[in-house]
């Protein structure tokens, strides 16, 4: 090339195939032609001209660039390795790195990889492969691990990572889904120690709790009572919390959720106080999350319910102070959840309304809880968006109508966030 004319080039470009497949694939297609070097590019890199000048300059073994996730908690991907006393190994990302150094790590991502062909001449096929629980970079790192070869980030080069209608790189993480992300983050992390599940094994039950007809074990049951209604949300506890989990980290309209539009770095703007309620926690990620902020919360959840029991586990492995209340009944609660007025300077009630037989009523209580200018968090099914597979959604309104029975109980709608209503 023009920059590097001591070099021979060849291209290779293997679409619509298995990660591990096409990376094997390459290397012996870089045998076949005697290269000394093969560089891994994906195609959502964005890369500077002398990306591969830089690189080699480093004569290392195995080196790569600084980049971003483009999701989850957004971390540098790049990781350091640890091995417990009972030989468990674990991996994880590096947060505080060197800037503008060339320096060591256990991983480095696959998605900007220069290496030396000497490395797979010294290693067993496969060179890359996939477990279920790390990716192709991780295997091979660990089988560079093994043979004593040294991997290296250059943290002064640092690449664009391509997502939808944006290219992100560390001045452009968007810090609030990169706190939400932590939150679900967080979620997982806790459940695996609650339940006793690695993270080969969480996924799975998740997925098989969630495979579960849910609707026809609701429709069998005597649902007008509060009997009935609390054995829905009570029975098989185990299984009811892994299919929660499974619900809220797996959605396929993540652009819709209330998640990617309220978090505790708006509600730290919002509010006129710390004072929180969040009523029908489920896993507690808002409970967790604004606890750790520093903000007083009260949590509450079905009396018996799997889902609370699991959040006092939340908060009492991570040392926080949050208090507790129980919905005994539709229209009954513990003394300490609704006790007067000026109690709460924010409410969530998120995935939570359209579950409910009496939804205006207990906004109604929420409405005389809340100080003036508190703020309600609430995301309301409409008729087109209820989920009728699921008979446990028990109502939907059209927007115009739950707009304006909302606002008949004293509350003003936020004009720029749909889940966002001031109380009067």
């Known amino acids: 090339g023009r920059r ?86 674990n991996y994880s990302f590096i947060e505080d790195f060197p800037r503008n150094s ?48 040294e991997i290296f980030c250059d943290t002064g080069l640092e690449l664009g990572h391509m997502t939808t209608g944006e290219i992100l790189t560390e001045r452009t993480l968007p810090a609030q889904k990169r706190f939400m992300g932590a939150m679900h983050e967080k979620l997982i992390e806790d459940a695996m120690g609650y339940t006793g599940l690695g993270k080969d094994r969480i996924y799975d039950a998740c997925i098989k709790a969630s495979g579960f007809d849910h609707g026809a074990f609701w429709l069998s049951r005597e649902r007008e009572s509060w009997e009935g209604y609390l054995d829905f949300y009570t029975n098989d506890p185990e299984e009811q919390l892994l299919r929660l989990i499974y619900f809220q980290l797996e959605t396929p309209n993540v652009n819709d959720l209330i998640f990617n539009r309220v978090d505790p770095f708006l509600l730290k703007r919002l509010l006129p106080g710390n004072n929180i309620l969040d009523f029908g926690a489920g896993t507690g990620r808002f409970t967790v999350a604004l606890a750790e902020m520093g903000f007083d919360v009260r949590s509450v959840d079905l009396i018996s319910s799997p889902y609370q ?75 087109k968006g209820a989920d009728h597979n699921n008979p446990q959604h028990l109502l939907a309104f059209d927007s115009a109508t739950i707009q304006k029975e909302i606002e008949k109980i004293g509350f003003k709608r936020d004009h720029t966030n749909q889940f966002v209503w001031e109380r009067l």
């Open 4 to 89: 590097t004319p001591g070099y021979d080039f060849f291209l290779k470009i293997v679409p619509r195939k298995e990660q591990y497949r096409a990376r094997n694939n390459l290397v012996n297609m870089a045998m076949g032609v005697n290269a000394d070097w093969i560089l891994f590019l994906d195609d959502d890199m964005v890369v500077p001209d002398d990306l591969f000048a830089r690189l080699v300059a480093h004569d290392k073994d195995v080196c790569g660039a600084l980049y971003f996730q483009r999701g989850g908690q957004y971390f540098p991907v790049m990781m350091k390795r640890t091995e417990a006393k009972d030989g468990y190994v």
């Open 102 to 149: 060339l320096f060591k790590v256990d991983v480095i991502g696959g998605g900007c990889m220069l290496i030396k062909m000497s490395v797979f001449e010294r290693m067993m096929e496969p060179y890359f492969w996939i477990d279920g629980i790390g990716g192709t970079d991780v295997y091979f790192s660990h089988r560079c691990y093994e043979m004593g070869v």
């Open 309 to 383: 029991e699991f959040v006092k586990w939340r908060v009492k492995e991570r040392e926080l102070n949050v208090d507790f209340g129980q919905i005994l009944d539709f229209a009954e609660w513990t003394p300490n959840v609704f006790n007067g007025s000026d109690q709460y300077h924010g409410v969530l009630m998120v995935g939570v309304f359209d579950h409910l037989p009496n939804p205006l009523e207990v906004v109604k209580h929420i409405h005389a809880s809340m100080a003036p200018t508190a703020v309600l968090v609430m995301d309301v099914d409409t008729g």
